[in-house]
C-alpha cells in the first residue's frame, strides 16, 4: 500500500512538474460561501432525519391509527404533530371533542380556519378501523409520542437553521444576482450558492458550471441509435436543489413555464422538463454572475420567443 500510495504521489508532481500549462488552480472559494454550505447542508441532514422519523410514524399509524393517516396526509405538519401529541391512540382520539381539537390546533400555530379544520379532523379521526390489543395500542401510542416530540424538535431546528442561512446569504456579495434568478429565495438561493462556491475562475464557461452540476445531458451515439440520459456523476446536493429551483421557476416566469410545456408536449417526463429547464436556468446564472448584472425575464427568452413566431408564420 505504500510503495502505491509513493508511486501516485510521484506521478502526481510529474503532472504538475511537466502538464502544469494544461491545469488550472484549485478554485478559492470565501469564508463567507463555506459558512453558507455548512448550514445549508446541515439543515439538509436535519430535513432527510425529519422524513425517516416520519415515515417510522407513518408505517406505525398505519399499523394501529389508520384514521390518523386520513386526518393527515403530512404527518410533520404542525397540525398533525398537535393532535397526535394530544391523543397518540384511537381511543384517546375519538374522545376529542371539536373545540379540544381547536385548542390543539392553536397550541400548534395555526390561525386560520380553526373551527372547519377541526370539524374534519374530528370526522377522520373517528372513522370505521380496526382496533388492536389494548397492549399494543399502549405500546404504540408510546411510540407515537416519542416520535412526534422528536419530529416537532426537528422543525424546530430546521427553522432556527433557515433564519441563520438567510441572514448569512443576504450578506453575500452574490446575493443579489441569485435573488434576481426566478424560483430563487433565501434558502433555495443559498444552497444553489453555497454548492457552485463563488471563486469567479472556478467555472471557465456555462457549459462547465452545467457538467458540475450534473443538468447538462450525455450524449450517447452509435451508427444506428442516438440516446440523451441525465449524468449520474455530479454533486448531488447541487442537482437537487436545482430540480426544485426549476419546479418553483416555472410559477414565477413565463418564459420558464412555457420552456417546460414545450418540453413536455414533445413527450418528455416531468423530471426530463425539468432537468432541461434547470439546464438553461444554471447557464442564465453563469452569464449573470460573469456580466455582474441581474436577470431579465425578456432577454432571457426573447429570442424564443420569437423562434415560435417565425414557425408559426
Same mark, same amino acid.
Given at each position: 500500500?505504500?510503495?502505491?500510495?509513493?508511486?501516485?504521489?510521484?506521478?502526481?508532481?510529474?503532472?504538475?512538474?511537466?502538464?502544469? !500549462?494544461?491545469? #488550472?488552480?484549485?478554485?478559492? %472559494? /470565501?469564508?463567507? *460561501?463555506?459558512?453558507? &454550505?455548512? @448550514?445549508?447542508?446541515?439543515?439538509?441532514?436535519?430535513?432527510?432525519?425529519?422524513?425517516?422519523?416520519?415515515?417510522?410514524?407513518?408505517?406505525?399509524?398505519?399499523?394501529?391509527?389508520?384514521?390518523?393517516?386520513?386526518?393527515?396526509?403530512?404527518?410533520?405538519?404542525?397540525?398533525?404533530?398537535?393532535?397526535?401529541?394530544?391523543?397518540?391512540?384511537?381511543?384517546?382520539?375519538?374522545?376529542?371533542?371539536?373545540?379540544?381539537?381547536?385548542?390543539?390546533?392553536? !397550541?400548534?400555530? #395555526?390561525?386560520?380556519?380553526? %373551527? /372547519?379544520?377541526? *370539524?374534519?379532523?374530528? &370526522?377522520? @379521526?373517528?372513522?370505521?378501523?380496526?382496533?388492536?390489543?389494548?397492549?399494543?395500542?399502549?405500546?404504540?401510542?408510546?411510540?407515537?409520542?416519542?416520535?412526534?416530540?422528536?419530529?416537532?424538535?426537528?422543525?424546530?431546528?430546521?427553522?432556527?437553521?433557515?433564519?441563520?442561512?438567510?441572514?448569512?446569504?443576504?450578506?453575500?456579495?452574490?446575493?443579489?444576482?441569485?435573488?434576481?434568478?426566478?424560483?430563487?429565495?433565501?434558502?433555495?438561493?443559498?444552497?444553489?450558492?453555497?454548492?457552485?462556491?463563488?471563486?469567479?475562475?472556478?467555472?471557465?464557461?456555462?457549459?462547465?458550471?452545467?457538467?458540475?452540476?450534473?443538468?447538462?445531458?450525455?450524449?450517447?451515439?452509435?451508427?444506428?441509435?442516438?440516446?440523451?440520459?441525465?449524468?449520474?456523476?455530479?454533486?448531488?446536493?447541487?442537482?437537487?436543489?436545482?430540480?426544485?429551483?426549476?419546479?418553483?421557476?416555472?410559477?414565477?416566469?413565463?418564459?420558464?413555464?412555457?420552456?417546460?410545456?414545450?418540453?413536455?408536449?414533445?413527450?418528455?417526463?416531468?423530471?426530463?422538463?425539468?432537468?432541461?429547464?434547470?439546464?438553461?436556468?444554471?447557464?442564465?446564472?453563469?452569464?449573470?454572475?460573469?456580466?455582474?448584472?441581474?436577470?431579465?425575464?425578456?432577454?432571457?427568452?426573447?429570442?424564443?420567443?420569437?423562434?415560435?413566431?417565425?414557425?408559426?408564420?
Amino acid at each position: 500500500m505504500l510503495v502505491t500510495e509513493l508511486l501516485a504521489g510521484e506521478h502526481l508532481a510529474d503532472l504538475v512538474r511537466t502538464d502544469s !500549462h494544461n491545469h #488550472r488552480a484549485v478554485a478559492g %472559494d /470565501t469564508d463567507s *460561501v463555506g459558512g453558507l &454550505q455548512v @448550514l445549508a447542508r446541515a439543515r439538509e441532514n436535519l430535513i432527510w432525519d425529519r422524513t425517516r422519523h416520519t415515515n417510522r410514524l407513518r408505517n406505525d399509524l398505519r399499523e394501529f391509527f389508520p384514521a390518523a393517516l386520513g386526518a393527515f396526509p403530512a404527518l410533520a405538519h404542525r397540525d398533525a404533530l398537535a393532535v397526535l401529541a394530544k391523543a397518540p391512540d384511537p381511543t384517546q382520539a375519538r374522545r376529542l371533542s371539536v373545540s379540544g381539537i381547536r385548542a390543539a390546533l392553536k !397550541h400548534g400555530g #395555526r390561525q386560520r380556519n380553526l %373551527d /372547519t379544520r377541526a *370539524v374534519e379532523i374530528r &370526522q377522520a @379521526l373517528r372513522a370505521p378501523q380496526l382496533t388492536a390489543s389494548s397492549a399494543t395500542q399502549t405500546a404504540f401510542a408510546a411510540t407515537t409520542r416519542a416520535l412526534v416530540e422528536v419530529i416537532t424538535s426537528l422543525n424546530t431546528q430546521i427553522a432556527a437553521l433557515e433564519t441563520e442561512l438567510s441572514n448569512h446569504f443576504r450578506q453575500h456579495p452574490d446575493a443579489d444576482i441569485y435573488l434576481s434568478m426566478p424560483g430563487l429565495g433565501d434558502v433555495l438561493g443559498a444552497r444553489v450558492l453555497g454548492e457552485f462556491g463563488d471563486d469567479p475562475e472556478r467555472y471557465d464557461s456555462a457549459k462547465s458550471r452545467r457538467n458540475y452540476a450534473g443538468t447538462s445531458p450525455r450524449t450517447i451515439a452509435s451508427a444506428t441509435k442516438r440516446a440523451v440520459l441525465a449524468r449520474h456523476v455530479r454533486n448531488r446536493r447541487l442537482y437537487d436543489a436545482i430540480d426544485q429551483w426549476a419546479l418553483c421557476s416555472i410559477n414565477t416566469s413565463p418564459g420558464c413555464r412555457q420552456f417546460y410545456d414545450q418540453h413536455r408536449a414533445k413527450g418528455d417526463l416531468h423530471h426530463q422538463a425539468l432537468r432541461a429547464l434547470g439546464n438553461r436556468l444554471v447557464g442564465y446564472l453563469h452569464g449573470s454572475l460573469r456580466n455582474r448584472t441581474h436577470y431579465n425575464e425578456h432577454t432571457a427568452w426573447a429570442h424564443r420567443q420569437q423562434q415560435q413566431i417565425q414557425i408559426a408564420a
